[in-house]
């Protein structure tokens, strides 16, 4: 590899890092994760028996959507990160009765996950940063 190409590399790394810690990086991809494992179970359900739709199967993949959404959510718009969370955590709970909850796994890493999301705080900005941002009178 070329100098150009490392030097590259480590741009897109030290920029990622820094956008990565502006955000609960961490919670939301444990909950994004905990919604692919959660959607698993009735996804694996309806082709195991050729397809056929049923109120489990339905129930189970919208929480997975909604558990995937909230993680999304948490890593899109930091702000509101405590909320999405919290969300995270009731959904990936209430889906023990649509999809089992992703057999217990998709359930843990969704309660995890948010409360990983609950529990962040975004970065405190220095004086610099604060004064860059007001407008001089």
Known sequence: ????HITQFASYRTRFASWRHDRPFWGALLVILAGLVIGIIPAQLAITFALVPSTFMFAGLVFAVFVFL????ALLRPEFAEFFGAAGILLSIASIFGALGGFG?????????GALCVAWEPPETTET?????????
């Open 1 to 4: 590899m070329s100098s150009i």
């Open 70 to 73: 909230s993680g999304v959510f």
């Open 105 to 113: 796994v998709g359930m843990i890493l969704g309660t995890l996950g």
């Open 129 to 137: 940063d604060t004064e860059e941002t007001t407008p001089a009178v």
